[in-house]
């Protein structure tokens, strides 16, 4: 086995008339061929030589039709390779053999749109805000690339954003794993020119197939390394595989820990024939009064200051609320220490008290 030392005057340049095809179309490749007239070898390959077939090749721009299959998704590899006879015998007084046979080859790289494997998750609950300890249902729909829906297994999990935030977590996409561009794995040798020709044999040159790198890995750091504090859950609901029904339909239910935060509900789903997707979406757990603290970081012996709480309306309606604030161990210098006043909805309003220190 001797492989073939890629020289630029053996390569002949192959010309596809589209940059991506569909399953079902037919790809034309132009042939700038320097032969009058060849033998033409056309493989279809990648990870191995998938098809192949002789013609015969007249003049200088010649096309090949290729029909374009499912399974070339994501990307094929289309070779010519031109094959010509002894055109004359050689001469005495020759110093090189014109007429020896020779060969030409090209090689080309044809992308197929690989959207009929990719899957739609659509992800509804039935409220877009909750309580604590509130029952979630979630409705599930899974759709393939003809937007019918599809029987699939999903992996779902409800996680605190504030988490996901931390460790940069996204929801992960099968689809471009098993669909990106895949490398050419087949090697050509071409053995011709050692039996018809003089040549010293060097170094192995470069080949033309072998595939590239695999992508390394995403390095993604577990949920189950953050550090939990209490009782609360970063994990609201996690299932490995919730099976669709044949219309791609699921319905899940769970109840919600004591966390007030907003949780993303991600959705990774396949189905046994290979078609890949993700979904994602959130909603918030509240409640419909909450008072978050507004007060300074220390203070010393003598310090006079303000501090309170804000006050947020969580509702869709306008509300009276009365505040009241009692100290220990400090001195509440505000007469009053009950406020009576207005929140409209959605509103937010920071409340101060005054305070003196006179002792540690």
């Known amino acids: 086995y001797v492989p073939w030392e890629r020289q630029e005057d053996d390569l002949v340049e192959l010309v596809a008339d589209s940059e991506n095809y569909q399953p079902g179309d037919v790809a034309k490749i132009l042939v700038k061929s320097p032969y009058e007239s ?36 994501p990307n094929i590899f289309v070779s010519v390779l031109l094959v010509q006879g002894r055109t004359s015998a050689p001469q005495k007084d020759e110093q090189e053999d014109i007429g020896k046979p020779s060969f030409k080859l ?18 509804s609950s039935d409220k877009n805000s909750y309580k604590p300890k509130e029952t979630v ?3 599930l729909k899974v759709k393939n690339g003809k937007k019918a ?37 087949v090697q050509t040798s071409e053995t011709r020119l050692h039996v018809v020709g003089q040549r010293a044999y060097g170094e192995k040159g470069e080949n033309v197939g072998g595939g590239g790198e695999a992508a390394p890995a995403a390095a993604v750091r577990s ?23 044949d219309k791609g339909q699921a319905t899940v239910s769970f109840a919600l820990p004591d966390n007030l935060t907003t949780f993303r509900i991600m959705a990774v789903a396949q189905t046994q024939d290979s078609h890949f997707g993700r979904g994602e979406t959130a909603f918030k757990v509240t409640k419909p009064l909450m008072l978050l603290p507004s007060l300074p970081r220390f203070s010393r012996i003598g310090d006079k200051f303000q501090g309170g709480v804000v006050v947020n309306n969580y509702t869709s309606q306008k509300g009276s609320v009365e505040l009241s604030c009692k100290a220990k161990g400090i001195i509440l210098a505000d007469k009053k220490d009950i406020r009576t ?9 920071e409340v101060l008290f005054s305070f003196e220190v006179e002792k540690t």
């Open 38 to 73: 060849a033998k033409a070898l056309v493989t279809i390959e990648r990870e191995s030589i998938r098809e192949s077939h002789v013609l015969e090749i007249q003049g200088s721009s010649s096309q090949v039709e290729i029909p374009i299959k499912s399974e070339y998704i």
């Open 106 to 123: 090209g090689y080309l790289n044809l992308k197929v749109d690989p959207s009929e494997k990719r899957l739609e998750i659509d992800i």
């Open 137 to 139: 249902n979630i409705q």
């Open 149 to 185: 829906g599809a029987k699939a297994s999903i992996a779902l999990a409800v996680v605190d954003v504030g988490v996901l935030n931390i460790i940069g977590y996204q929801t992960p996409n099968p689809f471009d794993s098993f669909y990106g561009e895949k490398p050419l794995s």
């Open 223 to 245: 949920l189950a390394e953050v550090q939990l504090r209490g009782t609360f859950k970063t994990t609201a609901y996690w299932n490995p595989s919730v099976i669709t029904d």
């Open 341 to 349: 006043f207005p929140v409209g909805p959605g509103e937010a309003k």
